[in-house]
């Protein structure tokens, strides 16, 4: 199953050069209600879509000045996680972080796509709760 199991585009994150910038706009401007917020993470709910802000520097950053302009996060099972990084290691593939359970509640595999935007699959740790 693996890279099959995705079936929908679960939020959208976008790296910033002012994170506080971006988030007075999404707020206040466009109206949308902040669910989460670390401080270097920065949740929305935009309908079924979650739209996060991160600052553009850090490891998950792109090649280059000007980073990736955004990042998809895939939701699946748990056990999906590893399942679709095998899978991505017989392509050519840069991954960034491979999987491992996260302090936020997810299981998590980074990579990219060829055009230097950070792709990520994830899963909820069963027991963990929700979080990012």
Known sequence: MSLNAISLIDYVVLACRDLEAARRFY???MGFPIVYERGDWIRF????TA???????GP???????GPAVQLAF?????????????????DVEIIEPPG???WGHRTLFF???EGNVLEIFADIP?????G
């Open 60 to 66: 998950f950053s792109g090649r280059g000045d000007d």
């Open 101 to 103: 359970d996260r302090d």
């Open 27 to 29: 707020r206040d401007v």
């Open 127 to 131: 027991g963990a709760g929700e979080a």
């Open 112 to 114: 990219r796509d060829p």
């Open 45 to 48: 709910q935009v309908g079924a």
């Open 51 to 57: 739209l996060a802000l991160r600052p553009l520097d």
């Open 75 to 91: 939701r699946v099972g748990y056990a999906e996680v590893d399942a679709c990084h095998r899978e991505l290691l017989g392509s």
